[in-house]
């Protein structure tokens, strides 16, 4: 059964960096299509973007100049890493595996707040 | 960037009645690649149907739920509502790269 669970700080100050890591259970990551979805309090989800092939990578436009999402495969992980960050920023942070987002992790809350 | 509009906002029906879901797409959508997925307060989204028409039977998703629906006009329908069904839906395209997108969701409440 595949399992996803993220983790990472639940609070980052402004113009810090937001660093998340989702670890993968019960199959490769060396092959799917693996997300980020994020979702504001009381808001619709919004995606941020996707890696494949342990390295293509496609994001979000509005998102692009300050995300990075990376593969370490012996770990069986992805990470998402979004900089200078704002209290727009602030959500409930998703992986997900899958274009059509089989599976989703429960999901982190990150605040952004000094 | 492809938008997507659901409606109704709110769809207010009794357990064992129907529901049917629209969702429209600014422009056409390629290969039908459109989700629907039921969200919880306090859960993440959960897929019910990708590729506009299939049913996710890989997570044991039941067959009250359906969709339908090609270029720009698709519904997602629930033959009888259970009363765990009352939630919100959200579609979502990935077919057209580079943006991924949500509709703004379709919260169906008890009547």
């Known amino acids: 059964q595949v399992q996803l669970q993220e983790s990472g700080p639940g609070l980052v100050k402004p113009s810090e960096t937001l660093s998340l890591t989702c670890t993968v259970s019960?199959?490769?990551?060396?092959?799917?299509?693996w997300s980020w979805i994020r979702q504001p309090p009381g808001k619709g989800p919004e995606w941020i973007g996707y890696?494949?092939?342990?390295?293509?990578?496609n994001y979000n436009p509005s998102l692009k100049s300050r995300v990075t999402i990376s593969v370490d495969t012996s770990k069986n992980q992805f990470s998402l890493k979004l900089t200078s960050v704002t209290a727009a920023d602030t959500a409930v942070y998703y992986c997900?595996?899958?274009?059509?987002?089989?599976?989703w992790g429960q999901g982190t809350l990150v605040t952004v707040s000094s | 960037e492809i938008v997507l509009t659901q409606s109704p906002g709110t769809l207010s029906l009794s357990p064992g009645e129907r529901a049917t879901l629209s969702c429209r797409a600014s422009q056409s959508i390629a290969g039908s690649n459109l989700a629907w997925y039921q969200q919880k307060p306090g859960q993440a989204p959960r897929l019910l149907i990708y590729?506009?028409?299939?049913?996710a039977t890989a997570i044991d998703i039941p067959d009250r739920f359906s969709g339908s629906g090609s270029g720009t006009d698709f519904t997602l329908t629930i033959s009888r509502l259970e009363p765990e069904d009352f939630a919100v839906y959200y579609c979502?395209?990935?077919?057209?790269?580079?943006?991924?997108?949500f509709g703004q969701g379709t919260k169906v409440e008890i009547k």
């Open positions: 590729a506009a028409s299939i049913r």
């Open positions: 997900a595996r899958d274009r059509e987002l089989t599976y």
């Open positions: 890696i494949y092939d342990s390295g293509t990578t």
């Open positions: 979502q395209q990935y077919g057209s790269s580079p943006l991924y997108t």
């Open positions: 019960g199959g490769s990551i060396s092959i799917f299509y």
